[in-house]
């Protein structure tokens, strides 16, 4: 059977992509989910999850293209994009706003703002800790009442693609998908004109990851049908809660908790009061990781010191390390921090008391955020480590949100949007601006083609025949799932905010031939572990492609982000913060990636702001 447009996945970006698109006159569509209540977007956030938009209060000027140069000035971000995103999220947030969103707004109705980390102006915003959430189901609930048909417990494991001549050129067109029914186990495929990647990031490739457990990814889909990728190198690595998966950004840091390491036999060290000269330089360093939570080459003799220091209680003392909120640091004098810490505290009316006091006084959401998930900060410490949290890069994608496939769109933290840094909360705005523009331009593209309104009973699409999967190995001692979990391990050991080119290499040749026979060489017991074997393989072909966009940038760039290049030499810390000079001779270029081979392309330059109003009248009347 036949649908105009298939979404994959069932978060804040693919329902929106589905909303807009019914909206908009394109009703032949289908949502295709893994399971509804999975993903990022359902089940992440931080202390205040920020969501980021163009200023919509305040004397503050702003405008849309100095919201694009933010963006644009992230490094290695196409100016295209950077516009579209700028240019339509007022559009993507009134539309939360009015879909019941609680963003707050003072008593004349304007959304007021902060300053999030990258960020000049105020233009972050927060519904609380669970922004993305409310998201997400309001705009199921609106979905939901449209009618929209949704295959829910079902898998997308291929795209399908054919060649046509366009123009005189060659070009890939989407022409399907092939689903997996985790019920039964059946393979069976649906036409389609397109298909919008809404899968996530890439969360699997890591083992020590604060994505949810139920976030996987699926960019491997695409790269797998030849889409081509910018940016995979370029991801944000941080602090978070390990126990239950949580970034410890915001507040959780401003209030001063005290950090401890503790050893095997249960003892107990301060250790950052080791490393800085005061215990108030130690703690500025702490509120600064607030708003400043990614690691940061930049802010290596700075705010990512802590990342440093945290990692090397775990890696190299083989201690775990945990944020301690009901006591206060060794040494704490309010009146001694810096005048940026102490002036926020102050402001606050939080300088008193210890840090589960000062955090029930400026944030007690993100006190109960981890009492209904099982961990009570008044008692307990909170066990953290460095995590891997997002990826910047993704799918390349133009400034309709459209791959280098015809017919394939990735939107939200599938599609590559970002560079090498981003102001906190944008993934979220582009998120839904990209959904958006996506179904706007599939709705272009559906009255062009003279296309009919209506509604295709896809209770009527059945299995079709499709071509046997590659013979799959059972065996009584399976090795998939354990290779899985190996490679899981090393991108975290090598591939992560710290990077050893020479290991990496060694893991790309050794992940290049296990993708060749994967089918062959890697077992599972029964047909009931299709569903993860796909996975498997999936998560395979992104850790390739993310392996050759880090080889490639560690070569040709160095340090710079998120990443750490490591010198040969065992390094000490001091040693890396005092070799460590990032410069951003290469901003001007992406990393792209096709069939597992990286290469520099420019950046798609900012458009300029010399629009005439009737100009843009003719051209929109002419669609």
């Not at 569509?29 to 919509?56: A, C, F, H």
């Not at 215990?279 to 360093?285: E, K, N, S, V, Y």
């Not at 009146?335 to 006084?361: D, H, M, N, Q, V």
């Not at 791959?403 to 599609?415: F, M, R, T």
Request: neutral net charge.
């Amino acid at each position: 059977m036949n649908v105009n447009t298939v979404i994959i996945g069932s978060g804040c970006a693919g329902f929106n992509a589905a909303d807009w698109l019914y909206d908009l006159g394109v009703k032949d569509i289908l949502l295709v989910t893994e399971g509804i209540n999975m993903g990022t977007s359902r089940n992440t956030g931080s202390d205040k999850q920020t969501y980021y938009k163009l200023t919509l209060a305040g004397g503050e000027p702003d405008s849309i293209h100095e919201m694009a140069t933010t963006l644009f000035e992230g490094g290695s971000v196409h100016g295209d994009i950077a516009m579209a995103e700028a240019a339509s999220s007022a559009k993507a947030f009134m539309k939360l706003v009015n879909l019941g969103l609680p963003f707050p707004c003072n008593q004349y109705g304007a959304y007021v703002g902060y300053k999030t980390d990258h960020d000049p102006r105020q233009r972050a915003t927060s519904c609380g800790p669970l922004t993305s959430r409310y998201m997400t189901e309001a705009l199921e609930k609106s979905v939901m009442s449209k009618g929209i048909k949704i295959l829910d417990n079902s898998q997308a494991v291929k795209l399908l693609t054919h060649k046509n001549k366009h123009k005189n050129k060659q070009e890939t067109q989407i022409c399907g998908i092939v689903i997996l029914d985790k019920a039964t186990n059946k393979y069976q495929t649906i036409s389609c004109k397109n298909v919008i990647l809404a899968t996530g990031g890439p969360a699997a490739i890591y083992q020590a990851s604060v994505y949810p457990a139920s976030q996987t990814g699926a960019t491997g889909l695409a790269l797998d049908a030849g889409a081509a990728a910018c940016n995979l190198s370029e991801w944000q690595y941080g602090l978070a809660s390990i126990d239950f998966r949580w970034n410890v950004s915001g507040t959780y840091q401003q209030v001063l908790p005290r950090y401890i390491s503790v050893d095997d036999a249960g003892n107990q060290y301060e250790f950052l009061s080791q490393h800085f000269k005061s215990p108030q330089r130690g703690l500025d360093m702490v509120f600064l990781k607030g708003y400043q939570w990614p690691f940061d080459v930049q802010k290596i003799n700075g705010s990512s010191q802590i990342d440093l220091l945290v990692a090397k209680e775990i890696n190299e003392k083989g201690r775990k390390v945990y944020m301690d909120f009901t006591q206060n640091p060794t040494g704490l004098d309010f009146s001694a921090l810096s005048e940026e810490t102490y002036t926020y505290l102050k402001r606050s009316e939080a300088l008193f008391g210890t840090p589960i006091e000062r955090l029930a006084k400026m944030n007690p959401k993100a006190i109960d955020l981890y009492k209904n998930n099982g961990i009570d900060l008044y008692k307990h410490p909170l066990r953290i480590a460095m995590c891997a949290q997002h990826c910047n890069g993704g799918i390349a994608v133009d400034a309709n949100w459209q791959s280098n496939i015809n017919g394939l769109y990735a939107v939200g933290e599938a599609a590559g949007t970002f560079g090498v840094y981003r102001p906190g909360g944008s993934a979220l705005n582009s998120a839904q601006v990209g959904s958006m523009r996506a179904a706007e331009h599939i709705a272009k593209k559906a009255a062009n083609d003279g296309q009919k309104e209506g509604q295709t009973e896809i209770a009527s699409i059945t299995e079709a025949p499709v071509s046997p999967p590659p013979a799959v190995n059972y065996s009584e001692n399976p090795t998939a799932h354990t290779n899985f979990k190996a490679t899981q391990h090393q991108m975290s050991k090598i591939a992560a905010y710290t990077r050893n080119l020479q290991e990496m290499k060694k893991l790309h040749s050794k992940l290049l031939t296990r993708k060749a026979q994967f089918f062959t060489q890697n077992s599972i017991t029964n047909e009931t572990e299709l569903s993860q074997l796909h996975k498997y393989y999936d998560t395979l072909v992104t850790q390739v492609d993310v392996l050759s966009a880090m080889i490639f940038a560690a070569e040709n760039i160095g340090s710079r982000g998120s990443a750490l290049v490591e010198n040969m030499l065992e390094d000490t810390l001091e040693d890396i913060v005092k070799d460590t000079t990032p410069d951003n001779q290469h901003n001007d270029k992406v990393v792209t990636t096709t069939n597992s081979n990286s290469y520099f392309e420019p950046v798609r330059p900012l458009p300029p702001c010399n629009d005439w109003f009737e100009t843009v009248w003719n051209d929109f009347n002419k669609n």
